[in-house]
Nanobody
Framework: EVQLQASGGGLVQAGGSLRLSCAAS????????IDWFRQAPGKEREGVSC????????YYADSVKGRFTISSDNAKNTVYLQMNGLEPEDTAVYYC????????????????????WGQGTQVTVSS
């Protein structure tokens, strides 16, 4: 059974930090990118960050560059998103998603092109 389990969300004050985790199982982690998307109320889902094991490349949305860092523990099939300097504009439900043969250096794919999605974890940043 394929699973993407996202966790680590919560309520934090502006300027604070959170670390999200996405634990993958049921598919070959090395053949997929693991991406983080987020969706705020009334807004479209947007890509935040991406990690691909195949070439160890990463990608970040301009809005989070310099604040967020994506990393992977391949032994645990888990991708982490360290979020520092959080802003109220970062408030959203964060989802992890997996796409086969997607190399992050090309940027995000369209959401419908991702095969698997996690259940989402709420991040709320208060001002």
């Amino acid at each position: 059974e394929v699973q993407l389990q996202a966790s680590g969300g919560g309520l934090v004050q502006a300027g604070g930090s959170l670390r999200l985790s996405c634990a993958a199982s049921g598919f070959d982690f090395n053949d997929y990118s693991i991406d983080w998307f987020r969706q705020a109320p009334g807004k479209e889902r947007e890509g935040v960050s991406c990690f691909s094991s195949a070439d160890s490349s990463t990608y970040y949305a301009d809005s989070v560059k310099g604040r967020f860092t994506i990393s992977s523990d391949n032994a645990k099939n888990t991708v982490y998103l360290q979020m520092n300097g959080l802003e109220p504009e970062d408030t959203a439900v964060y989802y992890c998603a997996a796409a086969a043969y997607h190399l992050c250096r090309v940027g995000f794919w369209r959401p419908e092109e991702y095969e698997y999605w996690g259940q989402g974890t709420q991040v709320t940043v208060s001002s």
